[in-house]
């Protein structure tokens, strides 16, 4: 799997792509098919240690939860606003996700989930784009 993230961080409304935050890493991981989708499980190395992550994809709704050196559990639908909790313990923030757009075109050991959705952390607006790309073992 190689997953990408982007995130722009917006202030007083306007983009500022000198902040960009971008990530890539290539990890191994395992896909399976479910009843109305995929579910994906993936662990990453950071400085802060180790991160698993689940992604569950349905038709609706793409929920992707993390443990680990990060906290997380975040529902992705487009127009809907879902609010959590992220942590990086020992802080926690106030965590809302907004899915602008999700482009899904897994198939069994292959394809590609984008998430486009805005993000607000500690008081902070943010733009995301999200990419898993899942080739064949």
Same mark, same amino acid.
């Given at each position: ?19 960009? $935050?971008? #990530? ?14 995929? =579910? +994906? %499980? ?13 992604? %569950?994809?349905?038709? #609706? ?14 529902? =992705? ?9 992220? $942590?990086?313990?020992?802080?926690? =923030? ?12 897994? #198939? ?6 984008? +998430? ?22």
């Amino acid at each position: 799997l190689v997953v990408k993230s982007t995130i722009e961080n917006i202030e007083d409304g306007v983009v500022d792509h000198a902040l960009d $935050e971008v #990530s890539e890493s290539t990890v191994s991981g395992f896909m399976k098919p479910t009843e109305d989708g995929f =579910f +994906l %499980t993936y662990s990453e190395e950071g400085d802060g240690g180790r991160t698993v992550s689940d992604v %569950t994809v349905s038709e #609706s709704c793409v929920r992707v939860r993390r443990t680990g050196s990060v906290v997380s559990d975040l529902m =992705f639908e487009v127009g809907v606003v879902h609010t959590s909790i992220y $942590e990086v313990p020992p802080y926690q =923030f106030d965590m809302s996700v907004e899915a602008t757009k999700i482009r899904n075109t897994l #198939s069994l050991g292959a394809g590609m989930l984008d +998430l486009f959705y805005k993000m607000t952390v500690g008081g902070a607006e943010k733009k995301v784009r999200l990419r898993i790309s899942v080739f064949p073992a």
